[in-house]
């Protein structure tokens, strides 16, 4: 079945640091990726998403590429600001069937800073 | 309101009540979805209507659970003699329709705690 498998947080890094979340997935053919958000006491909201590989998504500073042959979509953003303390969660859209019956990660914490 | 929401925000249940959660999706949105979130963990689909039909329900994790949308909006979860181990946040998302480039907008959550 489908699987995606994300870093464990917490992850703590100072205002202005590189942020890198890693995300492997397993999936037959060819799924959609993407990365949501979950601010504090807020619901989860999508940050960005790619359907294709090759693809990268972006939104707000992150980006993520959708990479094949690594079965991978790593969330990065250069510079990181307090605001970002939230919780990262990566998922995956199946080839076929229901596109909204997510598969997702367990979810990576980052707290910012200053 | 322009989002998904959902009432309770939070239920407290004795081991063995029924309960029922309740998911009013974005106007016009066909597809809702139901997810559970244990603690620590990323949501679990649960259950997909379009407009009224439930076309799958293959993440429900018993004949304990049901799910409807009798008139195609309003959605409702119904737990029968909950368990311990069905505490978790219940979330539903609806889209307006069901295509990969068709965002998913959630609600918060209904926190259920089962003791």
């Known amino acids: 079945g489908n699987s995606v498998t994300q870093m464990e947080g917490p992850v703590t890094l100072s205002e202005e640091a590189f942020l890198t979340i890693n995300c492997t997935y397993t999936a037959t053919g060819y799924p959609s990726l993407f990365w949501y958000v979950q601010y504090p006491g807020e619901g989860l909201q999508l940050l960005l998403k790619?359907?294709?590989?090759?693809d990268k998504g972006s939104n707000k500073g992150f980006e993520a590429t959708y990479r094949k042959e690594t079965t991978s979509f790593h969330l990065e953003k250069g510079s990181v600001q307090v605001s970002d303390s939230a919780v990262y969660f990566c998922?995956?859209?199946?080839?076929?069937?229901?596109?909204?019956?997510?598969?997702f990660g367990t979810g990576t914490r980052l707290q910012v800073t200053l | 309101g322009a989002g998904v929401s959902q009432s309770p925000r939070y239920k407290v249940a004795k081991r063995g009540q029924d309960v029922a959660l309740r998911c009013d999706p974005i106007?016009?949105?066909?597809?809702l979805f139901w997810y559970q979130q244990a603690l620590g963990q990323g949501p679990e689909f649960l259950t997909y209507f379009q407009n009224e039909a439930q076309l799958d329900k293959s993440g429900l994790p018993s004949d304990r659970f049901f799910a409807e949308r009798p008139e195609g909006s309003v959605s409702t979860l119904k737990i029968q003699r909950t368990q311990q181990e069905d505490s978790a946040v219940y979330l539903c998302?609806?889209?307006?329709?069901?295509?990969?480039?068709?965002?998913?907008?959630f609600g918060n959550g209904t926190r259920l705690t089962v003791t």
């Open positions: 790619a359907t294709k590989a090759d």
């Open positions: 998302a609806s889209s307006s329709r069901d295509r990969k480039n068709s965002p998913l907008h």
């Open positions: 106007s016009g949105h066909v597809s």
């Open positions: 998922a995956l859209s199946p080839y076929t069937g229901t596109a909204s019956k997510l598969t």
